[in-house]
């Protein structure tokens, strides 16, 4: 009943946040947005903020178990989505503004029904900055002024011990595309990526006159555009490989040679010690390159985010609400894609899910993403995930869950990028 009678509050308020994008660590309407409809629902509730524009409030049982449901504020940059800032460039075109309502809707419904009193594990919502890995020369500033350490919101917020008192993680996220029923997907692996720069270093003389004493950067570059090419029969099919080369740094003209050029990268694999193996790979590619034409390059590496293989232990409560509901028809089990999230940060330290939903219609990050259904989105699904609550209570084994720390995180990170 909770969740009809709030229907239309939430789905107003997800208009608002969607009308008013903003990209990560300046979602400071959206933050506002947020605290204000949780102090109208509970004037006397607790807020702890964090990386600049992160949030979390609990509901305290005393229990030994605390389950996390965490949401993302940032949008997208996406200037050319009909809805973006015109300032900006920012569009919530990822569906991070659903999962924000999605968060309240849920709430809303534990404090005024006080179902949480009767779990044996506490609740915490944590609203979380910045999961979107873009706008990096304005992060690049915090960094250099000391108010972050990582581009992602979850890493941050771990190193900031946020999650230290977080056994398990729950995450929502929008599917992509339309279908025919409204559909839950689970088990749906993420890829994890880091980033590659290689600056070409070769000689520069005049290209008409002296081309012979040369040693040309560009042909570096496109010897190893060559190379990676044809490597892509050495990378495996199951790790989804993904490998996107650009140009991006080059003083280039057409009457001297290039003696500097700069190729960047990412790398996506579905996991870590492939993304290794592939970057070596990578890397000697680079140096056969350069070496081939007489030149040099050097390497640098930007690690972006961790690959999320979902827990499966907890997915199976999730499929057993499904199967109990009557509203929601069907269920996606198993696909792994090669999109990234900063959740697969978070998934190292503590076992993390992510619920999928529909209701959208377009591409996921394209200008023609927008929701469809939002008495599914605002109300069935809410109520379904209250439902996956109920499941988990009283039934977790806590011998199948771990627990790592923020230094066992950063052990790792260094590890990929040394």
């Known amino acids: ?83 973006a800032d015109p300032e900006t460039g920012a569009a919530h075109n990822c569906g991070h503004y659903t999962q924000v309502a999605i968060a309240l809707a849920l709430y809303r419904f534990f404090y005024q029904s006080e179902a949480y009193k009767k779990y044996d594990f506490n609740l915490t919502f944590i609203f979380v900055p910045a999961e979107e890995y873009l706008d990096l020369a304005f992060r690049d500033e915090l960094m250099a002024n000391k108010k972050i350490s990582y581009y992602g919101g979850k890493p941050e917020a771990m190193k900031l011990g946020v999650f230290d008192d977080i056994d398990i993680g729950i995450c929502v996220h929008a599917m992509a595309g339309e279908f025919a029923e409204r559909t839950i997907e689970v088990n749906c692996d993420l890829a994890g990526f880091l980033y590659k720069k290689y600056t070409f270093k070769g000689k520069a003389t005049h290209a008409g006159f002296d081309p012979f004493s040369a040693k040309n950067a560009y042909s570096m570059s496109t010897l190893f555009n060559v190379a990676l090419g044809l490597s892509r029969q050495q990378l495996k099919d199951s790790e989804m490989v993904r490998i996107n080369p650009i140009v991006i740094n080059s003083d280039m003209s057409t009457n001297v040679i290039p003696n500097n050029i700069t190729v ?155």
Do not use: W
């Open 264 to 418: 960047g990268t990412d790398l996506r694999t579905q996991s870590v010690d492939y993304m290794k193996e592939a970057a070596m790979k990578m890397d000697d590619a680079a140096r056969g390159s350069a070496i081939a034409l007489q030149g040099e390059v050097s390497i640098a590496t930007q690690m972006g985010y961790l690959p999320f293989v979902q827990n499966r232990y907890l997915s199976e409560f999730v499929v057993k609400a499904f199967h109990k509901n009557n509203d929601i028809k069907a269920i996606s089990n198993g696909n792994a894609i090669s999109a990234a999230g900063d959740i697969g940060d978070l998934s190292l330290m503590i076992p993390c899910i992510q619920i999928g939903y529909s209701g959208f219609t377009g591409t996921i990050h394209g200008d023609d993403f927008i929701d469809i259904d939002p008495e599914y989105i605002y109300k069935v699904f809410p109520r379904f995930l209250s439902q996956v609550f109920e499941e988990l209570n009283g039934k977790i084994d806590k011998t199948k869950l771990y627990k790592r720390t923020y230094k066992d995180y950063e052990k790792l990170i260094l590890s990929i990028i040394d």
């Open 1 to 83: 009943m909770i969740f009809n009678e709030q229907y239309i509050a939430i789905s107003e308020l997800a208009k608002k946040i969607f009308e008013n994008p903003e990209l990560g660590y300046k979602e400071i309407k959206t933050k506002e947005t947020v605290i204000n409809f949780l102090r109208k629902i509970n004037p006397n509730i607790y807020i702890d903020e964090f990386s600049t524009t992160g949030l979390k409030t609990s509901f305290y049982n005393e229990k030994d178990l605390t389950i996390a449901f965490i949401a993302e504020l940032d949008a997208v940059y996406a200037p050319t989505h009909k809805s």
